[in-house]
């Protein structure tokens, strides 16, 4: 099977589920596609979106001592969670990054999914995900996280695509290469800084105090009217971005 990386989904954590998935539902015109009762193993409880082909994820812990407890007592309740890829093979992935010093935090298999998490503290920013669904070759083929007939749910009128991740760090360049060794996609140079560019979505790269996944921007059909629906559910308004689960979503025409 040919080599390829395409980002499959991104996951941000939030201290409860609601109002934060409803808000996110109502302010971006998405639809929840799925609830996963898998996560509850890890204490979590969880909602997903699609946007195009992309899944957005909330996650939210239901009991104390959970990963994205500590994830969130860490960060103060700010950043994204995962960046989740698909790709041809994991587990060669997954060794590519051990040989790298990032350790395998968890592998995950429900036939015909099977995914490899890669240690946050050694990814640096956030977890990353490798996993490949069989006959998901297609962006609109199965893909069981976001459950049996996610494709239905996807909505374009509002919301037309998750375009750009950004990411912070102390040294953006760093953090930018450590991510592309990992993913396999070579760090380039973007308007502001270093950027990782993937099929369907970039990576983007930028000054801050800690390794964060900060921000997340979407092409919308009418920036202003997504901006006031914002506001309206008391959403912090920065121009043409707003705060909500912890980053700030960005909206592009």
């Given at each position: 099977m040919a080599?390829?990386?395409?980002?499959?989904?991104?996951c941000l954590v939030a201290p409860h589920l609601e109002p934060v998935i409803s808000d996110i539902a109502g302010i971006m015109g998405l639809s929840i596609c799925y609830r996963d009762g898998n996560v509850a193993k890890y204490g979590l409880e969880n909602a997903l979106l699609p946007v195009d082909t992309i899944l957005l994820e909330v996650?939210?812990?239901t009991k104390e001592g959970t990963a994205a407890g500590r994830f969130l007592e860490k960060t103060g309740n700010r950043g994204g969670y995962m960046a989740i890829f698909c790709c041809e093979d994991p587990d060669a992935r997954g060794k590519k990054a051990?040989?790298?010093?990032?350790?395998?935090?968890?592998?995950?298999?429900?036939?015909?999914?099977?995914?490899?998490?890669?240690?946050?503290?050694?990814?640096?920013?956030?977890?990353?995900?490798?996993?490949?669904?069989?006959?998901?070759?297609d962006v609109l083929g199965p893909y069981p996280p976001a459950g049996p007939d996610w494709q239905k749910?996807?909505?374009?009128?509002?919301?037309?695509?998750?375009?750009?991740?950004e990411m912070q760090g102390p040294d953006p360049q760093a953090l930018a290469e450590h991510w592309g060794k990992i993913i396999g996609v070579a760090a380039s140079k973007g308007p502001d800084g270093p950027v990782l560019k993937l099929?369907?979505?970039?990576?983007?790269?930028?000054?801050?105090p800690v390794d964060l996944m900060t921000g997340l921007t979407f092409r919308v059909a009418d920036v202003a009217k997504v901006r006031e629906a914002a506001r309206a559910k008391g959403c912090k308004i920065d121009g043409d971005a707003f705060d909500l689960c912890g980053v700030k979503f960005r909206l592009a025409a």
């Open positions: 080599e390829y990386m395409r980002l499959r989904q991104i996650v939210a812990p051990n040989a790298m010093g990032v350790r395998t935090a968890n592998v995950i298999t429900h036939a015909p999914y099977h995914g490899v998490q890669l240690h946050p503290r050694d990814c640096r920013a956030a977890f990353i995900e490798f996993n490949h669904t069989d006959g998901s070759d749910f996807i909505r374009k009128d509002t919301t037309a695509a998750l375009t750009e991740v099929p369907n979505a970039t990576f983007r790269f930028v000054k801050g």
